[in-house]
């Protein structure tokens, strides 16, 4: 079963780029929904590599776990800027996952996650976790490309640490608030 959500990002497609390529944007993005650890403990590389299959245990709200979760990144393509991987984990026999960034214009990307599922008979209900997660994942994107430069953000992520939010860098509260007004309501569109 395919899910496709898509949403039009306020970034630069470079810069929007790099943060993709990061592992530990991944681990940002999906917390606190889902917490990936590494497997005994091995350290991770900074940036996702071709043909790489990663080990990862994998927890609900860092609390229930849910068993291992296996990532291998099939393809980088800079040029056409997708990542496809191939991923599993206990509940998932198939959880392929294409990640595309498509320039609008100088400001702004179409950001785009497209999975195929195969569960078996839990297919359609991991269908649609797919959805809510996804649609929490880009509201999270939405957040972390406030950051800009130190200085001049409005919310600076710690990466280097999933659970922690963020460290606000507004000059005034009202400030913060018109952030998050803006950040609450993006365009989405599901096919």
């Known amino acids: 079963m395919k899910a496709k959500i898509a949403t039009t990002l306020s970034t630069s497609e470079a810069r929007m780029w790099e943060e993709l390529r990061k592992i530990s944007t ?27 299959q990663y080990s990862l245990c994998m927890s609900a709200f860092g609390i229930i776990p849910l068993g291992k979760h296996s ?18 984990d206990t509940l998932t026999k198939t959880w392929d996952h294409l990640l595309r960034v498509t320039k609008i214009d100088e400001s702004r990307v179409r950001y785009t996650d497209e999975v195929e ?19 929490h994942r880009q509201r999270k994107w939405r957040k972390l490309l406030l950051e800009v430069p130190i200085g001049f953000g409005l919310k600076c992520y710690d990466l280097s640490d999933p659970n922690k939010e963020f460290i606000e860098k507004c000059s005034s509260r009202d400030e913060l608030a018109e952030a ?12």
């Open 26 to 52: 991944l681990m940002h993005v999906a917390s606190p929904i889902l917490i990936f650890r590494p497997r005994d403990e091995e350290e991770l590389p900074e940036q996702w590599e071709v043909g790489k």
């Open 117 to 135: 599922i195969k569960a078996g008979v839990l297919t359609v209900f991991i269908w649609l976790f797919a959805h809510v997660f996804y649609r």
């Open 71 to 88: 990532i291998v990144v099939k393809r980088i393509d800079p040029v056409n800027r997708e990542i496809e991987t191939h991923e599993s």
């Open 180 to 191: 998050e007004k803006v950040a609450s309501h993006p365009s989405t569109t599901q096919q």
